[in-house]
């Protein structure tokens, strides 16, 4: 099997397993709050807890992103996983809502196992094979979000969430240790020293499409991060028992996962053929639309058909501008590129639960679908206006140091 090969199927099941345990563990936060005791501001501790670690892994994205030039992403990844597993291994025995929060922040400024993961595809990958990485590891992510919910929402209800967090820990752990002996960075040449965080900035921000692409990132992230600190409550409130509430939540968690896995790779062919700009304007656009007709369902089973045809629109846009983020750079920027783009994606899922907090604590939890529809429908609009071109902007690169 070609080094490429192997590091993408490795990364695969690694990006699978991170995304299936922080699904165990986070979208239940606001009934573990419940259970610790905290029936007070439930809908601010949520959104606080929610928003913590984006702000710290925005703050420390492209630190880390200069530590990887010099060192390689392989050891950012491996870096990344350890901390994952200490922080839901400590989340296990936590008693109050700040401790939550500390490790919450903790795990924002030293971890980034997908980031890290889609850097070093799309920097190690053959040029005409880059695409179809990304999208695979796009879909690695879908499936783990899948079965995260499913398997976190079965120990909550037959064990507890404190097992969920253990086992998260564990699961962590070992994909951490495959990606230490099978992953192998082939086209890494160390930097002679750490590159200025201000220079990769002005760098980027001198190339269009590129800046383009990075405020995209940052408002699709706040727009869909809106609505998931109050999903969870929303889903008690529909299904009228905080008993099952978990697995509830669990199964309705799934169903846009399960979209992205039936839709993902459809997206991307036809993304091969009709370029990423067109796929990404379908996506939020719609995306945007059926999150609006979510509103009018009442009951468990036609929100959980709204959340399915939602998931098959946006499951679209990340894989889409990834793939713009490649046909916008230069090789040798690629690496810092994703950087950046990973600090607007966290920047953006900071802004989002704050804002979607606020937003159900002031006008009601119905209150932030409205705005996550329309933030989406607006950012389609900011797409259609900037009028990116995967072609185009390939061609119009800036040279990059």
Same mark, same amino acid.
């Given at each position: ?29 606001? /009934? ?23 702000? &710290? ?110 086992? &998260? ?48 990132? /940052?408002?699709?992230? /706040? =727009? ?137 604590? &002031?006008?009601?939890?119905? =209150? ?24 185009? =902007?390939?061609?119009?690169?800036? =040279?990059?140091?």
């Amino acid at each position: 099997m070609p080094v490429w090969k192997r590091n993408l199927l490795v990364l695969w099941i690694g990006c699978f397993v991170t995304s299936a345990s922080f699904s165990m563990v986070i979208p239940f936060l606001p /009934l573990f709050l419940l259970q610790i005791g905290q029936t007070e501001h439930v809908e601010m501790w949520s959104g606080l807890l929610y928003s913590s670690a984006f702000f &710290a892994g925005a703050l420390s994205a492209p630190f880390w992103g200069s530590v990887a030039d010099k060192y390689g992403r392989k050891p950012m990844i491996v870096r990344a996983g350890f901390v994952l597993f200490f922080v839901y291994g400590l989340m296990a025995f936590v008693v109050h809502p700040w401790q939550i929060l500390v490790l919450r922040i903790l795990q924002g400024l030293l971890s980034g196992f997908i980031p890290g993961s889609i850097a070093l595809i799309g920097t190690n990958t053959p040029e005409n094979k880059v695409g179809y990485a990304l999208s695979m590891i796009s879909t690695a992510t879908a499936t783990g979000s899948i079965m995260g919910p499913l398997l976190g929402g079965v120990i909550a209800r037959v064990m507890s969430n404190r097992v969920a967090f253990g086992s &998260a820990g564990v699961m962590i752990f070992f994909v951490t240790l495959l990606v230490m002996f099978l992953v192998n960075e082939e086209k890494f040449v160390p930097a002679k020293q750490r590159s200025s965080i201000l220079s990769s900035m002005k760098d980027a921000m001198g190339n269009r499409p590129l800046r383009n692409v990075l405020m995209l990132t /940052l408002l699709t992230s /706040l =727009s869909v991060m809106t609505i998931e600190p109050v999903l969870t409550l929303y889903i008690v409130q529909l299904g009228g028992s905080e008993k099952n509430a978990s697995l509830l939540a669990g199964i309705v968690f799934s169903i846009s996962g399960v979209a992205a896995i039936l839709f993902a790779a459809r997206w991307g062919k036809w993304a091969d053929r009709v370029g990423f700009r067109k796929v990404l304007l379908i996506g939020l656009l719609f995306g945007g639309l059926w999150t609006l007709a979510q509103l009018p369902m009442h009951t468990i089973l036609g929100f959980s058909i709204m959340r399915f045809v939602y998931g098959i629109f946006f499951c679209a846009v990340f894989p889409a501008l990834n793939g713009l983020v490649v046909r916008s750079t230069t090789e040798d920027f690629r690496g810092r590129a994703f950087g950046l783009n990973q600090t607007a994606n966290q920047a953006g899922s900071m802004l989002g639960p704050m804002v979607g907090g606020a937003v159900s604590g &002031a006008a009601g939890i119905h =209150s932030v679908f409205w705005a996550t529809g329309l933030l989406l429908l607006v950012t389609a609009a900011v797409a259609y206006r900037l009028r990116l071109d995967s072609g185009n =902007s390939q061609e119009s690169t800036a =040279s990059m140091p």
